[in-house]
Antibody, heavy 128, light 110 residues
Framework: QLQLQESGPGVVKPSDTLSLTCTVS??????????WAWIRQPPGKGLEHIGY???????YYSPSLRGRVTISVDTSKNDFSLQLSSVTAADTAVYLC????????????????????WGPGAQVTVSS | QSALTQPASVSGSPGQAIIISCTGS?????????VSWYQQHPGKAPKVIIY???KRPSGVSVRFSGFKSGNRASLTISGLQAEDEADYYC??????????FGTGTKVTVL
């Protein structure tokens, strides 16, 4: 069974860079059928897709965070990481890593594109 | 890209059926069948219960069903049980590798 686990500092100072790693077990980040995603959930609020990375290192970032976010993959360690720079209190959230099924289109029908395995989440608080 | 619109809360008695709506636009829900639904219990990670608008992952109860028409998707929970009390989120592909989540719905079992 695939398992994901986030790790990293629970407190980050304003204007610093938030760094988290998601370690994958029971599966491989080198899979060609999956993306590796980060999602966050501010306290009492909904989910926000931050972006994802493929095994090749190709990335996608949400337009709202583009310019501050970097997601990378380390196939030798079987993990992937999130860096978010210039953080403010608005970046306080539970950060979740997830496996995302790749999207495929056959004719007019799309397949995939959902998050099927998640880590338990890591609380990150931005505070001085 | 704006969040998809869901009712803030829906409630029902045990055994009843409830429906949670998810309203988007022609650039997301209306343009792709890549709508998924997630159940999240307090302090837990979300769990996918519907994908590709109508499909159920292996192991998910048949009491959960999904539907999509136009810019609107919906999740029906039949035979409501106490364990269904949770937050529910829809999610849609919106093109250009973008994914947008719904505002979330709190389901209460009376």
């Amino acid at each position: 069974q695939l398992q994901l686990q986030e790790s990293g500092p629970g407190v980050v100072k304003p204007s610093d860079t938030l760094s988290l790693t998601c370690t994958v077990s029971g599966g491989s980040v080198s899979s060609t059928s999956h993306y590796w995603a980060w999602i966050r959930q501010p306290p009492g609020k909904g989910l926000e897709h931050i972006g994802y990375v493929l095994y090749s290192g190709s990335t996608y970032y949400s337009p709202s965070l583009r310019g501050r976010v970097t997601i990378s993959v380390d196939t030798s360690k079987n993990d992937f990481s999130l860096q978010l720079s210039s953080v403010t209190a608005a970046d306080t959230a539970v950060y979740l890593c997830a496996r995302q099924q790749s999207r495929e289109k056959y004719g007019t029908i799309w397949y995939g594109g959902y998050f099927d395995f998640w880590g338990p989440g890591a609380q990150v608080t931005v505070s001085s | 890209q704006s969040a998809l619109t869901q009712p803030a809360s829906v409630s029902g008695s045990p055994g009843q059926a409830i429906i949670i709506s998810c309203t988007g636009s022609s650039t997301d829900v209306g343009n792709y069948n890549l709508v998924s639904w997630y159940q999240q219990h307090p302090g837990k990670a979300p769990k996918v219960i519907i994908y590709e608008a109508t499909k159920r992952p292996s192991g998910v109860s048949v009491r959960f069903s999904g539907f999509k028409s136009g810019n609107r998707a919906s999740l029906t929970i039949s035979g409501l049980q106490a364990e269904d009390e949770a937050d529910y989120y829809c999610c849609s592909y919106a093109g250009g590798s973008t994914y947008v989540f719904g505002t979330g719905t709190k389901v209460t079992v009376l």
